[in-house]
Structure formats: C-alpha cells, structure tokens
C-alpha cells in the first residue's frame, strides 16, 4: 500500500469541492463486466489501529481496533461497524486465534479475508493507523471534550479519570480508548471508542477543520499505510462535514467465552450477517 503523498490534496480538495459532487453524481461508471452504470456511493472503509510501540513505523503488530466504515447508497444513513479483538476465528494455518492476531499471521489479505467471512463485507480500501498518529491528530484538533461517568484507572492503558467533563489531548484520548478496567473490558472499551469517534465528529468535522488539512494530512502520511484514494478522503470529508453525528453505530454480537485458558468472544457468522443486514445497505 502507498502512503499519501503531498499537501497538495488540500488545495485540490478545496478548488474540486463543487465540481467532484457534480460528477460523482452525474457521470456513469464503467463495471468490471464493462456495463456501465450511474455511480452508487457505497462502499466499505477498513481502519485499523495497530497496538505499536511508541514511535516505531514498521506497521506490525496486533490490530487493537478493528473498525468499518460503511458508506452507504445515497438517502441511507452511514454506519460504523466494530469487531472486537477478541473474536475467535480459524486462522489459515495457525488455527483457532484471535481476530486481531490476523493481520500479524497475513497483513491486510487474511484480516479482509476473515473480516468477510464472519460477516459478508468485502472491504474496499483499508488504512492501518499507530498510536502516534491517532495522538498527533487528536492534538492538531485541539483536543476533544468527553464527560467521564464512571472511575476509569487503568494503568496498562494510561487512564486516570474520575468522573468529570475533559477536555482531552491525544495521549488522555488513547489512553480512554484503549481503556479496559471495566466490567465489560473490550466491549465497554468499544462503546468508548464509538463515543470518542462520534464527539469528534460533532465537535470538529465543520469547515473550520480546513485550515488544519495540511497538517493532518502531513501526519497521516507519516503515521499511517492506506490504499485510499484521493475520492475516498473527499467523500468521506464530505460525509463527515454534513451528517452531524447522524451515523449508525453497532458492534457485531458476541459471547464471552473461555477455552483452554484464553478469554474469547464467540460470534455465530449467521446470527452476525442477519444482525448487519439493517445496516448495510
């Protein structure tokens, strides 16, 4: 995968800002089979955060978060699929696992791969994101607000809060997404990120991100890997801008579940896919 390349995009975004909606919507589009039809939207966006150390490139290691953004055709609303980490699957070759052992066994391939399997969705573009650079973003955002409501003290993930309104710089937002020291462990800490990624888009996907994109996207092509195209920032951007929050966000159902002394949550691929159907669309 290419990492971004040039501050440039910003300056293309903004001059292309009317003229792309116009063709998105109005051009035909040639398909595989070369019939050609009008553009339809939907697609499927794969984020991983990867659990790196502090200031290592390499992009290996586990993925600490698994995330789909699904955009879907036009007058539908969006949704925002998580998987938990912890979901057990056959791993070619290396047998029963964790999901999220699977981009360390076969990078993007047998993550897409599973991530299908258990659910039905073929992923279109993937971008794999460190620490550092969730961090470096939350930071040129200028922090996010976010009302704690329970003690949260975790000293593997950094969190130290008592409940309180916060106004959260990148290390305190990693260390509450990454937060595990609750009764619900990986599950709450999904609820967390959910409502981490839905404050930052109420609090800061408006037209005043656009003197920032320079700098954000300096950071994201030093601190992720992505196959993403410059129409998939500009239509994500564009979605982001005017949903207001109003974005679907689930988590594939699971149960918790102990085998030879690992902690796994079960997922019945049937029972994920017919839980999904209201939301892909």
Known sequence: MSR??????????IVLLGSLVLLC?????????????????SRDLLFLGLDEREGSKEFKGRTDTILIFHISNWGEK?????????????????????INAAYVYGGEDMIKNEIHELTGINIDKTMVLNFDGFKRIINILGGVEIEITEPLHDPLSGANFDPGIYNMDGEQALSFARCRATA???????????????????????????PKLPQIISVLNEETMSDFSLYDYFSMSLILLFSSGDI???????????????SYLIADEKEVKEFLKPYIK
Do not use: Y
């Not at 971004?4 to 975004?13: A, D, K, N, P, S």
């Not at 919507?25 to 939207?41: C, H, N, Y």
């Not at 679907?248 to 690992?262: C, F, L, Q, Y």
């Open 248 to 262: 679907d966000k689930v988590t594939i159902p699971t149960e918790a579940a102990n085998i030879e002394g690992i």
């Open 25 to 41: 919507v109005a051009l035909p589009q040639k398909e595989q089979d070369g019939t050609i039809s009008f553009f339809s939207p």
């Open 184 to 210: 619900r462990a990986d599950l709450d800490r999904i609820d967390r990120q959910q409502h981490l990624l839905n404050e930052i888009i109420k609090q800061k996907a408006n037209f005043g991100i656009i």
């Open 4 to 13: 971004i390349r040039g501050c440039f995009i910003t300056l293309v975004i």
């Open 78 to 98: 969006d949704c925002l699929i998580s998987i938990p980490r912890d979901t057990r699957v056959s791993l070619e070759g290396h047998g029963w696992n964790k």
